[in-house]
């Protein structure tokens, strides 16, 4: 259900905007940017986290596995406005890893290599103060890292210019899918009723007259 549903979104190229609609107008991670213009990646999350200032953790989960086609999500974890990677870690994991893409929820440092690049990145920011490549003692923050890892790991992000939605894993059903089958449904019919029939959003969207002419049946989200 999971490749259904990815491939779904990507063939339809299903916008944050639509996906966050179904699933009740939620999902977003807050305040997660594009880095650079124009990228569109969807794809099952692989979680990756620093912490305390240090992107360690970072460096030490990718070498342990080397994933690929994914989603990476670097979260931040108890880490104080520094940049969690930069250039040469984003190159490894995009390029050498042949990942989708970086999403992060720190900031990033090297923008001017990162924008050259044009890679697919969203993150909160950019800033030149890194993090330490030095081990920390993460004991305090086991339940906060595994609450978060067993909700990221294994869901689907899409991101756009709108920014990132997370499908969580609890809502990889048939009946998700539904909902992106019907909403891609929903805007084909409000686009045929504002662009061809020239009604009012009003009439369209608040009223929803269609319904009349297409026997009754809602496909609204």
């Known amino acids: 259900m999971k490749k259904k549903i990815i491939e779904y979104i990507i063939q339809n190229r299903i916008s944050t905007t639509e996906v966050a609609d179904c699933l009740g107008k939620a999902g977003v ?3 997660v940017l594009p880095l ?35 989603i990476v999500l670097i979260d931040a974890v108890d880490v104080h406005d520094r940049a969690i990677i930069g250039d040469l870690v984003s190159k490894y994991i995009l390029l050498y890893c042949q990942n989708r893409a970086i999403v992060c929820t720190g900031k990033m440092r090297d923008a001017h290599y990162l924008i050259k690049e044009n890679y697919p ?36 992000a899409v991101c756009d210019d709108s920014g990132v939605v997370v499908i969580p ?25 504002i662009d061809r029939k020239k009604w009012s959003t009003f009439k369209t969207i608040c009223l ?6 297409y026997g009754g049946r809602s496909e609204s989200i």
């Open 29 to 31: 991670l807050p305040e």
């Open 208 to 213: 929803k007259d269609y319904l009349k002419e």
């Open 121 to 156: 990145i969203w993150c909160k920011g950019v800033s030149p103060i890194g993090c330490f490549n030095e081990a920390v003692d993460k004991t305090a923050f086991l339940d906060v890292i595994n609450e978060r890892r067993n909700f990221y790991q294994g869901s689907i």
């Open 36 to 70: 650079n213009a124009r990228h569109y990646a969807v794809g099952e999350i692989q979680y990756l986290y620093a912490i305390q200032d240090s992107n360690w953790t970072v460096h030490e989960d990718l070498d342990r596995q080397m994933v690929s086609d994914k």
């Open 169 to 193: 894993k609890t809502q990889i059903t048939e009946e998700f899918y539904d909902k992106l089958v019907a909403i891609e449904l929903q805007e084909d019919i409000w686009y045929d009723c």
